[in-house]
């Protein structure tokens, strides 16, 4: 009776020994599907910001001052890129006169497609997108307004339209996570808050604005509050630091652009550029012809002033050939590339600057000892840095002209008060933060059908703003009676939907569920598998064109490998085949993730 214990132990550690090899592939194999449940309960949380810089008291005395003499350079370098952006912004309000000429004002005015509030938007859409930076399309816009080729009217709703443009970066920067399901599902959430915030605040601030507004009223009275004076006493602000660059590069005349704006017919005929800087006038008494005069010729006494030039001025134009919109496109070009380089540099340069501290911030006011940051953390951030890139517009407004700063100015807090009044409608009020479950509901989408992400970029940022102002070109009537009719049903899809969630018992019952559409009406799927199919042809076709002949013989050594493993030991065969089911479902998951 003693060994029979042992007995009972040595056959059961006899299975584990022969266990123990398939134990291990089993484990090797698919760790991540037993383990992600454990390890992500929520699949909204974001990883925790690291500080990457090197602590003070870590550096000896040679790093410390290294880094004092770094920063001192970078914060230097840092007011260099200010200066340079802000004289950009004045030579390019030159060139959008020049470019524009004598009757840029007149076309912009009369012009039906920029009176369109959605052309408008539209217009600011793709500027933006093709810029890349609502700071810079809101800077362009302040100079159009500056040079007078736009009135604010005209510019309220271009200005809203950019806000809209600039999300789009950061669903481009989502979709390196594409990857992963759910980095991609936070990431795509976490861009696509900002974009729901811009399109809901203008869904609710562009009618608001054409029926009563009030943006460009409320803006008004801030502006006349400033008390700011027109004429010769208009204050110049930062024009007294940027001039003596920008005068060295080209000058306007004054007076040349008075007279357009009144009217005068010889006004029309002159160049913009200033040539003589100094002059002199001398007026004297001299008999002149009447004009009233019939049948014989008289005269009269009249003062008649002549103009002396004296000093040429220094700028590089002053004795160019070139015409006007020679001239302007050259600064035009000039002038955006030298702002677009400054913009980029500066952010890149605070970045190196203050990337430590700022995850340290971060981590003490918002983590608040959770150690993550989920979307509705991210929220308020992106609200945040909306309100600090319309500082770059009031920047461009304080370069304009005296006689200009009012319009600029008036443009630039246009920006301000949307991205405020957005902020006012979509946060304080637990309940109002839709752009955070509208964000949630499609990173759940783009994270079961990653395909959808780059759907929903191309419709939004490309498709959509040129139907729309394909349809502004047709006329008012047109555009009407094609978006009224597709806003209608989406408006009653969605109540229906949300009615279908929460309180199925006050539909009908044939509304109670879309079962009643055909299925590629309400669900995804079908297109998925259309979606699947084609990536996997594409990929197998790639992988055709791949193939060389020494792979193809390795593959037939393969499979007489196989053939006579399979004879030997048919209890593999089942393995074998749940391999390679395995290898063509990963294959198709690699696809379809692209």
Not at 173 to 185: I, L, P
Not at 313 to 327: P, Q, R
Not at 368 to 395: D, F, H, M, Q, W
Request: one cysteine or more.
């Amino acid at each position: 009776m003693a060994p029979r214990p042992k007995q009972e132990e040595e056959s059961e550690e006899k299975p584990t020994e022969t266990l123990d090899v398939p134990r291990k592939k089993s484990l090797t194999m698919a760790p991540v599907a037993s383990t992600a449940s454990l390890i992500e309960d929520d699949p909204w949380d974001m990883p925790e910001l690291q500080d990457t810089g090197v602590k003070w008291a870590e550096l000896d005395t040679k790093g410390k001052v290294l880094r004092v003499f770094l920063t001192a350079a970078k914060f230097i370098l840092l007011l260099g890129l200010l200066y340079t952006f802000v004289c950009s912004l004045d030579i390019l309000s030159s060139a959008f006169q020049l470019v524009g000429g004598k009757a840029a004002g007149d076309i912009f005015q009369d012009n039906a497609v920029l009176s369109n509030p959605l052309a408008g938007l539209v217009i600011g859409m793709l500027v933006t997108l093709l810029v890349q930076s609502s700071s810079t399309s809101s800077s362009i816009v302040v100079s159009m307004v500056s040079s007078g080729l736009l009135d604010v009217k005209t510019a309220v709703p271009i200005i809203m339209g950019t806000n809209i443009g600039t999300s789009v970066t950061n669903t481009f920067v989502a979709m390196t996570q594409v990857a992963d399901r759910n980095k991609f599902r936070r990431a795509f959430a976490g861009a696509t808050v900002h974009d729901f915030f811009n399109w809901l605040s203008v869904l609710v601030l562009l009618p608001l604005e054409i029926a009563t507004g009030y943006l460009e009223k409320l803006t008004d009275l801030i502006v006349e509050s400033f008390n700011i004076q027109s004429g010769e006493n208009a204050p110049d602000l930062l024009n007294v630091i940027t001039d003596p660059l920008t005068d060295s590069i080209v000058q306007l005349d004054k007076s040349v652009i008075s007279g357009i704006a009144t009217g005068d017919p010889e006004a029309k005929n002159k160049s913009l550029i200033l040539v003589w800087c100094k002059t002199a006038s001398n007026t004297t008494l001299q008999n002149v012809t009447a004009s009233n005069c019939t049948g014989f010729p008289c005269w009269e006494l009249k003062n008649v002033t002549e103009v002396i030039n004296i000093k040429k001025c220094n700028h590089i134009f002053v004795n160019t050939t070139l015409s006007d919109l020679a001239v302007g496109l050259i600064l035009l070009a000039g002038s955006l590339l030298i702002l677009c380089t400054c913009l980029i540099l500066i952010v890149k340069l605070l970045n190196s600057m203050l990337k430590g501290q700022v995850a340290i911030v971060i981590k003490k006011i918002m983590n608040t000892g959770i150690g993550v940051i989920k979307v509705e953390r991210a929220y308020p951030l992106s609200l945040g840095s909306n309100i600090g890139t319309t500082t770059t517009a009031i920047l461009a407004a304080m370069a304009s002209p005296g006689e200009t700063l009012g319009n600029s100015l008036q443009v630039a807090l246009v920006h301000l008060f949307f991205n405020l009044s957005g902020i006012l409608l979509w946060y304080p009020i637990p309940f109002t933060r839709f752009p955070v479950r509208m964000a949630k509901g499609l990173g759940h989408i783009t994270a079961q059908y990653r395909w959808f992400s780059g759907f929903y970029i191309i419709v939004c940022f490309f498709i959509f703003p040129l139907v729309v102002f394909g349809l502004s070109l047709a006329g008012w009537k047109v555009l009407v009676g094609v978006l009224v009719p597709i806003v209608a049903i989406l408006l009653f899809a969605i109540i229906v939907n949300i009615i279908q969630n929460h309180k199925p018992q006050w539909l009908p019952s044939a509304l109670r569920s879309w079962d009643f559409l055909p299925l590629w009406v309400h669900s995804l799927e079908p297109w998925d598998r259309v979606v699947t199919i084609m990536a996997a042809r594409c990929c197998c076709c790639c992988k055709c064109c791949n193939v060389t002949e020494e792979d193809e013989e390795t593959g037939k050594d393969e499979n007489k490998d196989h053939e006579i493993e399979m004879y030997d030991n048919p209890t593999m065969t089942d393995e074998i085949k749940e391999a390679k089911k395995t290898s063509i479902s990963s294959e198709i998951l690699k696809a379809t993730s692209f």
